[in-house]
């Protein structure tokens, strides 16, 4: 699981080469750069601004 802190991970659906699951991120939380070599992040914001 992530190495960095959540305010909430929910699992939607997961099989072989699916993971979806929503991300709930307090007020100063963020998800570090970081990379992936074999799988695509696919992300929409659901609520509230972010930034890039």
């Keep these: 699981m992530a190495a960095y802190p959540l305010e ?3 699992l939607i659906a997961e ?3 699916l993971r979806m699951q ?3 991120l307090a007020a100063g939380q963020e998800v570090p750069w970081h990379w992936h070599s074999e799988v695509v992040d696919t992300f929409w914001c659901m609520d509230g601004p972010m930034v890039i």
């Design 15 to 17: 099989a072989a080469g």
């Design 22 to 24: 929503i991300l709930t």
């Design 8 to 10: 909430k991970r929910e």
